[in-house]
């Protein structure tokens, strides 16, 4: 095996398989980050009169801690990703695992929704 080969067929050692998760989701946590925002914006352009009084100091803390959440679920798929790297089923997930980043920020796009519209939307005086 050549040192030039992104994804070698065998299991590889520990730190090889974490250097190419690495390479695949950080990324893609830019843009998966990068589209959270662009929901948030939409929202907020969407609805400007309403969210005009959320915009202060106070709701920067509240707001990096969200960001810090949405940021800690998307390292979870190392849980997933570092075990299939390790497994005879290496060679089929380094080519699904596109589809793992799409339904997953799929999902964080439904729980953003959520989160603005039922408990962040209602109480924004």
């Known amino acids: 095996m050549n ?62 801690a969200l960001a810090l959440l949405a940021n800690l679920g998307y390292s979870t798929v190392y849980l997933v990703e570092l075990p299939l790297l390790r497994s005879t089923a290496q060679a089929s997930w380094v080519r699904w695992r596109w589809a793992l980043w799409v339904g997953g920020t799929l999902l964080a796009i439904v729980f953003e929704n959520y989160w603005i519209a039922d408990e962040i939307f209602p109480f924004v005086r």
Not at 3 to 8: A, D, F, Q, V
Not at 24 to 33: C, S
Not at 47 to 63: G, S
Request: glycine content about 2%.
């Open 3 to 64: 040192s030039s080969t992104p994804h070698p067929r065998a299991p590889g050692p520990f730190s090889a398989c974490f250097l190419s998760a690495a390479r695949f989701w950080e990324f893609r946590r830019v843009l998966y980050n990068l589209v959270l925002f662009a929901v948030t914006v939409i929202w907020v352009v969407a609805t400007w009169p309403h969210f005009r009084p959320a915009f202060t100091v106070a709701t920067l803390l509240p707001l990096f």
